[in-house]
Every structure is written in C-alpha cells, then in structure tokens.
C-alpha cells in the first residue's frame, strides 16, 4: 500500500486546461486515497511564453512540458499532468509516463457564430487554428479557405472569432468539454475530415521512473484500452520523428484484442495528404504504428517531410 503520509505534489502549466486536467487528477487521487494531501504546483513553460509566433516556427518538441519535467527532476514535484499531445516521444532522462486515463473525445470541433459547418464555410472565409495539421486537412477539403494562425488558451483563441473577424475556430473538442464550453460547439468535426492529432484528448501522467510510491498511487487512472491507443500513435510518430512542423495526424482505436490504426502525412498548403492505416494484435500496439508509419513513408511521407525539413518549415 503507498504510504499518503506525506503531499504528493502535482506540477502543471498554469492554462486554465491545464489546470482543470491537474485538479481532475487531484480530486481522484483524494477520493481513492482519503487522509492523502495533494498540492498544485503551477509553472509557467515556454510554450505559454511565446503567443506570437506560430508553435511550427519555434520548434514545438517540449515547448510545453520542459519546466515542468525539470520540477521532477529537481524534488520540486512528484507528479506532472500533460496533455499527451503535448508530450514528445522522446523521454527526459529519469522519467518516465506512469498512466494514461480514460480519453476524452478525440474529435476536432469547430466554433463558428455563424455557419453550421466547415462544409457550409463561405467562400474564402477565414478560419483561425494553431494547427498545420488541422490546416492542412482544411485546405485539402476547402483549398478557398483563409487559415489565420491563432495562439493563446482556449478561450482566448475562440476571443480572436469577434477580434480578427473570423468565421470560426477549430479547437479540440476534448479541451472545450472539460472547460464546460460544450455548447459553443457547432460542429464535431469527423476524423474522415478532420484526422486528430497523436494522442488528442488524452492525459499523461508523469513521474521520476525510481518514485514507486507515486507510481502506486497513481494506478488507479490506468485504462488499457486508452494506453494501447496512444502507444501505437505514439510509435507512429516517433517513428515519422514529426513535431509541430510538419502535418501529422493519426487515431488508433482498440476492439477486443486488436488494435486499428489510421495516419497520416500532409503538405502544409493541403495539397497533398497521404493516408493509410494497419491493425494488429493490441499487445504488439507499437509495432502497429511503426509499421504504419513505414507505409507512409514509402507512399510519399518521406518526400514531403525532407521537403519542410529542407526548407526550413513554414514561413
């Protein structure tokens, strides 16, 4: 039995998403574990530093979870909460993800005053999103479409409709419903159209790998069926070796004891999207998403990727 004598102190980014997904956990730890006191430990990280450049352009890998990693390194913490998406495949030596709780919905959505859908847009219209990759996918659906880069938390980004006359915003639709903003939404966008980022809507939960008092307590957010999809997105984009740079995409969802898989590469400007998809034994999750990843490679992943590379990303 983990010894809850002692705090167990949560780091996190100081967004009210963050935030919110840092005292979800906090409120299951102290019901699970009654007597167990649990402290935020709120960070300001770079990625909240910078809101006027363009994730794509400042490099996107740990621009969101640097600080608060280093809070574990250092005894500051014992515990970090991550948006998945935000946490890069490669991990800071001594740490390690200790649990991936059950997903929200993994779905785009997008918030528009006006218009229904992002098939009923009007011609030209402008749409504000952080994402090459949601840009990409619109552009391929609607090449007539405006994409205006937008930063800053949930609710500032769906502020930028009214302050730089948008038509709408694409945010994920997880990050809406845990901030009670569920009826601003006027569309779930489909993964036929729009394809969710690596591990969107998914937590992580992360720890020093020695800390198995904290490894204990934190077991009662396991859900399998959620790691199994995450590990074989997670493989895919490691795989790719992608970050905020280049349009990736992929969702992986788990029936019984297999796992399927769905990815994807594009070109900035949407005009190219290579897609595929693979499935396997659930217990060989990350082969799945290597090998798919391998697939898109050979369809024309790799060209595209050495293309953004080479030029430098998107300008």
């Not at 090459?132 to 007539?144: S, Y």
Request: proline residues 5%; hydrophobic residues 40%.
């Amino acid at each position: 039995m983990a010894r809850t004598d002692r705090p167990l102190r949560i780091a996190t980014r100081k967004s009210a998403l963050a935030l919110w997904q840092a005292n979800h956990v906090k409120a299951g730890l102290e019901a699970s574990y009654p007597g167990l006191v649990v402290e935020l430990v709120p960070l300001l990280t770079t990625g909240d530093k910078i809101l006027d450049v363009p994730l794509a352009k400042v490099g996107g890998k740990g621009l969101f979870t640097k600080e608060i990693e280093q809070a574990l390194i250092d005894g500051r913490a014992d515990l970090a909460v991550h948006s998945m998406k935000d946490v890069p495949t490669q991990r800071a030596p001594g740490l390690t993800l200790a649990g991936t709780g059950v997903r929200e919905d993994v779905r785009d959505a997008l918030v528009s005053p006006r218009v229904k859908s992002v098939e009923k847009l009007p011609r030209g219209a402008r749409v504000g999103t952080s994402s090459l990759r949601r840009q990409a996918q619109l552009l391929n659906l609607r090449p007539d479409l405006r994409i205006v880069s937008i930063r800053g938390n949930v609710q500032t980004r769906m502020r930028k409709i009214e302050e730089l006359n948008l038509e709408g915003v694409i945010l994920a639709a997880a990050g809406l419903r845990r901030l009670g903003f569920a009826d601003r939404i006027t569309q779930y966008i489909p993964p036929s159209l729009s394809l969710p980022a690596i591990a969107q809507g998914s937590l992580a939960l992360e720890i020093r790998a020695d800390d198995e008092r904290t490894r204990e307590l934190v077991a009662i957010f396991h859900h399998e069926p959620t790691e199994i999809a995450v590990t074989a997105e997670r493989a895919f984009l490691a795989r790719l070796e992608g970050g905020c740079q280049v349009p990736i995409a992929g969702l992986a969802q788990v029936d019984g004891g297999l796992v399927a898989m769905e990815g994807l590469v594009g070109s900035i400007d949407g005009k190219t999207l290579i897609r595929d998809r693979g499935e396997g034994p659930a217990a060989e999750a990350e082969r799945v998403g290597r090998e798919l990843a391998e697939k898109i490679l050979d369809r024309g992943g790799r060209a595209i990727l050495a293309a953004v590379y080479q030029s430098g990303g998107p300008r």
